[in-house]
């Protein structure tokens, strides 16, 4: 079955920067584009980013864009979201996801920027 698992998040200061990972499994990982959702807390759930099954393509929010780059590695089937110059306002739950037929998601990683 498909999984997805999100790892990297923490606590950092305004400025600073994280790297968050989303291995996944159960699917032919090279055949999907893979998304970054976020979700701070009494709002919805948001896009990040976004990436084509090869890499060539990626999107983002309006938000991130400068700031937060998406790649991945096919052979590793692993997707990452580099964040950089992290703002407060970037305090949220962040979720992998893919869409094999249905939309999956991971059990999500916190990121906290405070100082």
């Known amino acids: 079955q498909v999984q997805l698992v999100e790892s990297g998040g923490g606590l950092v200061q305004p400025g600073g920067s994280l790297r968050l990972s989303c291995g996944a499994s159960?699917?032919?990982?090279?055949?999907?584009?893979m998304r970054w959702y976020r979700q701070a807390p009494g709002k919805e759930r948001e896009l990040v980013a976004g990436?084509?099954?090869?890499?060539?393509?990626?999107n983002y929010a309006e938000s991130v864009k400068g700031r937060f780059i998406i790649s991945r590695d096919n052979a590793q089937n692993t997707v990452y979201l580099q964040m950089n110059s992290l703002k407060p306002e970037d305090t949220a739950v962040y979720y992998c996801?893919?869409?094999?037929?249905?939309?999956?998601w991971g059990q999500g990683t916190q990121v906290t920027v405070s100082s």
């Open positions: 159960g699917f032919t990982f090279s055949n999907y584009v």
């Open positions: 990436i084509s099954e090869f890499g060539r393509y990626t």
């Open positions: 996801n893919v869409f094999v037929l249905t939309n999956y």
